[in-house]
């Protein structure tokens, strides 16, 4: 069978199934979640992430060295922002075309440094090689205290769904730029200048507030599929809930609906919270409610119907 | 300019300089050393390395995807036995051609797996991506105590020069597909099954001999004028004390010196020892003493002369 017949999700999966069993310092190790969690003894928890972006499919023409810098950390950031992570460190092994610029490489290194200081951490190491295509292949560290882990799975029946930001942002930003519309750089920012939510990711695990979370880079619908399939629960959520994007001339309200939860690219965090515990939540950031945990399936409301919402959403193999 | 006109070595410690300054819990930063290093509290450092190798440079055709895995793990652990650190566990990011067989990447998951459980850790996480070359990103992490950090720095004028193994016999392999000579499997193993000296970095840092250290994946020569500008000072070796190579039919003398000397992929460890210290040094694994640590250059004593031994070996940008 050829790759190209199975989705990321489920190779990742499949691989990850051939791994010999981790020792009991690897609490979540691989494929479980979006970070890989180590116990070094200690009051906290070592949290680890990699994340590989290329030209080809992640670095759009328009976007510059610098964006394409601060996006290959902040893709990565993102990750350990989902598990509400303290940031230690990043790592990037850069593959480049010898035929590269040295000052391009330049804005690529700020990028990079600007994304890791903006978030109260530093580049640390990396590796460099050449390549024909531009590829960034990073590595996050982070810590988090050992009562303050919230995983994917941990969700139960009745808590609340929530998102941080506006989900979808990067997305209308995607479709508009596929269809050829002029866009302005402010509208382009949630795509090429991504903000990982690691302060809301940390001060929603220090609130104790969150039964579980993940990031939704890959899409509201997948990462819904992912929560799910992790709590072995279902999840609805309501379209006239959804934060309103701002509109683009030349995007339908359907384009944007369809930003909003099937596109990737937004780095922002979906997590759970027992209803007792919003006003909790609350305080730790702002958020907004979209839908609820239920039995099983995942479920959109729009305009008094009931729908499937499908796992369709940014994966990097896709099904035939 | 352009990068094909910089050296690795000349690039990495470029991009590192534009990088800000880490806090206080980073105590090796990036471009410093053959790992980064950072303070988390307790006895232990934790020591981070990533490595990206794909398949045009790294990957010959006569290489199985288990060779393929067990290789990009190795690569990484070999990072950490350089500073004598104990593995905690493997990430590997890899970018997937779309008509690749489920069945090949099968091999290279057990190849990484193999490679990680036989030094003790285990694969924890990772990334996968469509690309249209093969190409495997990994990243290691380990630790080690406190007071037995071993880096690049701290030989002192007089320490003995010592190298675990017989460098040279991946050299060797790669020097015979390189001419299309007939080489067994067997021959083939050093360069396509490197073993990590996991063992031998950890019991050297334990003995307290060793006063500095590193791999010599990229080559004996280039790996001296490594710890050469890293500590100051020079490095004289002696050809007739470097360990014997095994004779390969269509190989002259003068190409397995070029291949212990100059040609990359042996994962040996290449450290110095003061010689009051070469007792507890030897009762830590096996090695050889070939030469010893001088005021300034990187010499080479070959039949009663002595040359400059050129900064040549592999990296992955050639100078024009």
Redesign the interface.
Known sequence: ????K?G?RE??S??AK??????D??II???EDD??V?D???E?Y?L?????L?E??DFPLRMTGWQIGWMSVAVNLSDLASKGARP??V?????????????F??EV??G??DC??AFGT????????????L?M?G?A?G?VKKEQLVRRKGAKKGDLVCVTGIPGRAGAALLALDRKLRVSQEMLKPLFEPMPRIKEGMALVESGSVSSMMDISDGLALSLHDMSKASGLGFRIYEDKLPALPGIKGLKSRDLLDAAVFTGGDFELLFTVPEEKLGAAKKACDFTVIGEVIESGVLIERGGAVEELKAKGYE???HA
């Open positions: 069978m050829e790759l190209a199975i990321e190779l990742i499949h691989i051939s791994f010999s069993k981790g020792k310092t690897v190790g691989a494929g970070c890989a180590l070094m003894g200690g906290d070592l680890v992430t990699t994340d590989m290329h080809e499919t230690l460190g790592l990037m092994a850069m593959g480049i075309p010898s035929d590269t610029e040295l000052l490489i330049d290194a700020k990079m440094d890791a200081t530093c580049m640390i190491g990396g590796d460099t090689g050449e390549h024909d295509e590829i292949a590595t560290l810590t990097h193999f896709k």
